[in-house]
């Protein structure tokens, strides 16, 4: 996946069956769907792949035990399917993750247990794991951290986990080995219309400035929590439909959380699920439900959300917590789609909403990152029939994403790459000194990085540190001090100035800042 090779591809179709605008979850998947029916696509993205929600989530591919207990099993069928189809299409950046909920009373542990009971039966031959009832020996067993005070024992259940980004990079590889052109940092600019029907849009090349003007049958519009905008550029008049939530994540070491088992508490003070999730030798700790009047493309956590994770951290756990303890903590942006006058962002629906409006412009939004792939689906489905495509079958629900790599002898973190380590031990053959780590404290060497730019579009050392390696969501001041050697690598790989590479340093810097409490 080569940034001037999908320009060239841009530049040489004169039309484009689908055009697809927003390179988080759902239209990278988009893309791999269009480019799998045979249809040619272009999917461009206004900075990097996964940059806003899509990189920001709690790492789970779940149902949601939390929508089965406001009734929408339809949302929980339907997750816990794609749940089922993704661990088995992408088992090199999945996994199974044990839960254990901790209950307080009898009545409670009757409660959740059928619930989480139901909740398995739901997933029918995609189960990914047995739901049985604890008594308190085992809980605390299996939650060492777990405060002892009032149990009564817990419920054992399994669902899946994920890194966010690294899947997002393995759906765009696949979508452009396929056909697609995927490009990123290229904005969206206006929607060229004939007859109030929208053909195509107008972009800038946020890189080297130069404009296109692109032509397609159809358009989606797969822009997450700014839905809005590209629906005020079709039309000034319409209504929005997105209510932004906000949910903060804190990330600490595993010694304030022992073991392989996640926690879940099912209802915090605001009516949201509570997870402590073990994920990369670190522990995340999450999440909130803030409404969120003003959206930004870098959503900064707020103090009282910061103090509402460690307050009910510290309330479940013999371990305490404080501000100085988080490594890292980042915040993302839900799109949850407005229905009547509900208040709460935590009650409004997390079902996907697909719209048409009157100028042919489709509109993808809601959802979750497990029902990916179904989002996508409905959403070129509906594309084929407006554009008047050819119809044919979706084929994504079987289709493997990424191929798992078998070398034994490679670091453990190198399997996420899938057939990329293969590479990587080529580059360690050109050159042994990019054997060199980027952090004495991390595994992540210099190698990685060389082969992330020259295969996976990294422009930016954001693009590598946030996204195709974790460690800003990991350990942000290790991320600040590896910016340079990060930028120095990038400097010389991209062909760029001394001044490009200290802006690169000056700017990542900034940013990572606001992923430490200070």
Request: aromatic share 8%.
């Amino acid at each position: 996946m080569n940034r001037a090779n999908m320009l060239q591809q841009l530049q040489a179709t004169k039309e484009w069956d689908i055009i697809i605008i927003g390179g988080g979850a759902t239209g990278l998947g988009a893309a791999l769907d269009a480019a799998c029916r045979g249809y040619t696509t272009l999917l461009i993205e206004q900075f990097d792949f996964a940059k806003g929600t899509s990189s920001r989530s709690t790492k789970l591919v779940h149902g949601g035990v939390r929508y089965l207990a406001q009734g929408n099993i339809k949302l929980v069928v339907e997750a816990l399917k794609e749940r089922g189809r993704l661990l088995r299409n992408a088992p090199h950046v999945t996994s199974v993750q044990p839960f254990v909920l901790p209950v307080y009373s009898y009545f409670q542990k009757l409660y959740y247990g059928i619930g989480l009971m139901i909740y398995e039966l739901l997933s029918n031959k995609l189960s990914v794991g047995k739901t049985k009832l604890l008594g308190k020996k085992k809980t605390i067993q299996l939650l060492p951290s777990i405060h002892p005070k009032k149990l009564k024992g817990g419920i054992l259940y399994y669902d899946g986990q994920f890194d966010d980004a690294r899947l997002a990079i393995d759906i765009a590889k696949l979508a452009a080995k396929k056909g697609a052109a995927i490009i990123n940092y290229m904005q969206v600019t206006e929607l060229l219309k004939k007859d109030d029907k929208v053909q195509g849009v107008k972009v800038t090349d946020t890189i080297s400035r130069k404009e296109y003007m692109l032509l397609a049958k159809v358009v989606i519009n797969a822009t997450g929590v700014f839905a809005n905008t590209i629906l005020k550029m079709d039309d000034a008049g319409s209504e929005e439909i997105i209510t932004p939530s906000q949910g903060i994540h804190l990330v600490i070491d595993k010694q304030f959380f022992a073991g392989n088992n996640a926690l879940m508490i099912p209802k915090t003070d605001d009516g949201r699920v509570l997870f402590a999730v073990p994920w990369y030798n670190k522990v995340i700790v999450g999440t909130t439900d803030t409404p969120i009047n003003k959206i930004s493309f870098e959503p900064k956590p707020l103090q009282e959300e910061i103090e509402f994770i460690l307050h009910h951290f510290n309330r479940y756990c013999t371990s305490t917590i404080t501000s100085k303890d988080v490594c890292s903590i980042y915040a993302g942006l839900r799109p949850l789609v407005k229905i009547g006058k509900k208040e709460k962002t935590s009650l409004l629906s997390r079902d996907h909403t697909l719209l048409v409006s009157t100028s042919n412009l489709i509109t993808i939004t809601g959802g979750k990152w497990t029902t990916y792939r179904k989002m996508a689906e409905d959403a070129i489905n509906n594309a084929a029939f407006v554009g008047k495509l050819n119809k044919v079958e979706c084929t994504t629900a079987s289709l493997q994403i990424g191929i798992a790599c078998n070398l034994s002898n490679i670091p453990q973190h190198w399997h996420l790459y899938g057939e990329g380590a293969y590479q990587i031990v080529q580059l360690l053959q050109e050159n042994n000194s990019w054997n060199e780590k980027i952090h004495s404290n991390h595994p992540y060497i210099k190698a990685e990085i060389i082969w992330m730019i020259r295969n996976e579009m990294a422009v930016t050392v954001e693009d590598i540190l946030a996204r195709r390696i974790r460690l800003l969501l990991l350990d942000a001041k290790a991320a600040i001090a590896a910016a340079v050697v990060v930028a120095m690598i990038m400097k010389e790989e991209l062909k760029q100035s001394e001044f490009w590479m200290q802006d690169q340093i000056n700017s990542f810097t900034e940013l990572a800042q606001q992923y430490l409490i200070t």
